[in-house]
């Protein structure tokens, strides 16, 4: 994630003495700009100020892996770990246009390479029929197995057919894609907490997760959608698409920070081998352009 934003740290050192207020005015604006917030931003800068001028930090270098050390906390990932021999469901949220469809076929197909057997796509955004065409050519082109039904039918029941398949060949993992109305929360919602019930309701104890797809370039918009979300059924981790177009980056942050939420997968282009596991010392490494 080479980015304009560590650039832009990197210029604030050239430009200022690390003594200087101005300098620790600037580096905040510079990480709201980064999406990390404001009110975290200044919190973060007011703590790095007073333990510069406490140690005497006024090295680029230090003060960068002072910044560091307080981002931490809040840069969480997560390894999630199909169970063998158990019925694993993975439901993928998130609005539509974030890389929902595509994510899923990603994240189906890492699972299928790192020796996961018995994996069904369900196709459970049953209102957008380009959304059920994408995942089928995905499973074709996959070698992966996709359970669909007919355009606006009931999606739990897409799930529940899933599921059913997958227990009754001793196990494995379905991943299902969601609709993603928000325009309309309130049926958006209900239609989700039914899906949800369906998901618990078939998957072993344990083998149950929500991941949620978020466009990495949207800021602090992702964060509003994270919040929608996890109200409505819950999180468990986010899956970050666009993550290689970002100028900012900053959501993950901002994300463990106000809702404790892990980053599973980043994606960072088109192909199916664009995904890989968040590495969190790599994320802060790159955002602070360290």
């Not at 509003?224 to 059924?233: K, L, M």
């Not at 100028?247 to 994606?267: M, T």
Request: hydrophobic share 40%; proline share 1%; charged share 25%.
């Amino acid at each position: 994630m080479k980015s304009s934003f560590a650039d832009k740290i990197k210029s604030l050192f050239a430009g200022k003495t690390a003594q200087n207020q101005e300098f620790f005015d600037d580096l905040a604006d510079a990480l709201i700009e980064g999406d990390i917030g404001a009110k975290l931003s200044m919190e973060l800068i007011d703590s790095l100020e007073s333990e510069c001028k406490k140690q005497k930090l006024f090295d680029q270098g230090q003060i960068l892996l002072k910044l560091k050390e307080a981002l931490s906390p809040f840069a969480k990932g997560i390894d999630l770990k199909v169970q063998d021999g158990k019925t694993n469901v993975w439901m993928l949220l998130g609005v539509n246009g974030v890389g929902k469809t595509t994510s899923a076929a990603k994240i189906a197909l890492l699972q299928k390479n790192s020796g996961v057997q018995n994996i069904s796509l369900s196709a459970s955004d049953t209102f957008r029929a380009a959304a059920v065409d994408q995942l089928m050519e995905h499973g074709q082109r996959l070698g992966i197995r996709v359970v669909a039904h007919q355009m606006g039918s009931d999606p739990a029941a897409v799930v529940f057919d899933a599921a059913e398949s997958v227990s009754s060949k001793g196990g494995g993992l379905v991943i299902a894609d969601t609709a993603g109305r928000l325009h309309n929360k309130e049926n958006l919602v209900r239609e989700l907490e039914k899906i949800d019930r369906v998901c618990s309701q078939k998957a072993d104890e344990g083998c149950y997760k929500k991941l949620l797809v978020l466009d990495a370039t949207t800021g602090q918009n992702a964060l509003r959608q994270a919040e929608v979300f996890n109200e409505a059924v819950g999180v468990d981790a986010i899956v970050l698409t666009k993550y290689d177009s970002s100028a900012k980056g900053g959501i993950a942050v901002s994300i463990g920070k106000e809702l404790s939420l892990p980053v599973a997968y980043v994606c960072t282009g088109e192909s199916y081998a664009d995904i890989s596991l968040f590495d969190a010392e790599k994320y802060l490494n790159e955002f602070l352009g360290l």
